[in-house]
């Protein structure tokens, strides 16, 4: 059964989300937050799974929260969707830099907030990797985006690793990487696991955020201009 908390300052939208949630069989609510900072208590004292987190909450927002939830080394196994009205690629950013393993729209049709609470719960990103890809190559493209990552962070890394950590940038799936390597995907998803746990990634969504912040991906813009 998969534990979920929500974070929403607004109770009919909680109520709304509680609803849905327990209707899957293999989900449950295990609490409700109305800010950022009882979703970060809900999630140590109820041991969740998942958080599906507002942005917009009084006291603390849903980036600060996801800040405290993925930094938490007793919170490792919290996953966190962002669930928010704002579908801007500031917030989309702002979210994934955060450690949040997805990002959904309340609009989302319900099957597909259901799918995106098991995805992530599964250790996956939300967003497929072209699709975050495209999101902060569009961020970065912009004037002085300002590069938060010294690319020195990658020094710990093995040259498969760093091979890797590019076509994950790039949008590949394992699968995907596989066929390029000619290896297998198994071989693949352990340099990906070993990748994350070097670089502190909570996920596949923030190793991409880092092959770009670090260069070693280039937004397809910057790229022409060279």
Do not use: C, W
């Amino acid at each position: 059964m998969i534990r979920v908390v929500i974070a929403d300052d607004q109770p009919v939208v909680r109520a709304g989300f509680a609803t849905l949630v327990r209707s899957a069989p293999d989900l449950t609510v295990v609490g409700e937050a109305r800010t950022g900072a009882e979703a970060v208590t809900l999630a140590r004292t109820e041991r969740a799974d998942v958080v599906l987190m507002d942005i917009r909450m009084p006291e603390l927002d849903g980036l600060g929260a996801t800040r405290l939830i993925t930094a938490d080394d007793d919170l490792a196994g919290v996953h966190v969707l962002i669930l928010t009205t704002f579908e801007i690629d500031e917030y989309v950013f702002a979210a994934l830099r955060s450690g949040a393993s997805g990002f959904l729209g309340k609009s989302a049709e319900p099957d597909q907030l259901l799918d995106a609470i098991r995805l992530v719960h599964s250790g996956e990103a939300l967003l497929s990797p072209a699709a975050t890809r495209s999101l902060i190559a569009r961020f970065l493209a912009r004037p002085d985006p300002g590069r938060l990552v010294p690319p020195a962070r990658l020094s710990g890394l093995t040259d498969r690793e760093r091979e890797i950590l590019a076509l994950v940038g790039s949008g590949l799936s394992n699968d995907e990487i596989a066929d390029r390597l000619v290896v297998s995907p198994h071989t693949v998803k352990t340099h990906v696991n070993r990748t994350m746990a070097k670089l502190g990634a909570h996920d596949r969504a923030q190793l991409v955020v880092i092959a770009y912040e670090t260069g070693l991906v280039v937004p397809p813009s910057a790229d022409r201009t060279r």
